[in-house]
């Protein structure tokens, strides 16, 4: 079965850097698009970041500039590089996984499997 585990968040200062964690298992993710939404208190989840296994990655124009996804395939890990970090990032970082389309999904509904999260919180 598909496992997907986050680890990395943390409580960090505006401005400064985390690096966010996917490890990923239970399959060959070839064929996939990885995915990083986030959830803050009383809002929707909403769309991060996402990279296609084998190359690509899209962005929320929120966070375009500031985070970097990538992956590792010998490592099955995918990455969330976050910099110049501000107090509205605070929310639970879910990875996600969805398998291959012609497009780079963007919505929670296109995606297969889900980790359980992990914290980020930004103070000012």
């Known amino acids: 079965q598909v496992q997907l585990v986050e680890s990395g968040g943390g409580v960090v200062q505006a401005g400064d850097s985390l690096r966010l964690s996917c490890a990923a298992s239970?399959?060959?993710?070839?064929?996939?698009?990885m995915a990083w939404f986030r959830q803050a208190p009383g809002k929707e989840r909403e769309f991060v970041a996402v990279v296609r296994w084998i190359g690509g990655t899209l962005y929320a124009d929120s966070v375009k500039g500031r985070f970097t996804i990538s992956r590792d395939t010998a490592k099955n890990t995918v990455y969330l590089q976050m910099n110049s970090l501000k107090p509205e990032d605070t929310a639970v970082y879910y990875c996600a996984a969805a398998s291959g389309s012609f497009y780079y999904p963007r919505r929670v509904d296109e995606y297969d499997y889900w980790g359980q999260g992990t914290q980020v919180t930004v103070s000012s």
């Open positions: 239970g399959r060959t993710f070839s064929g996939y698009f």
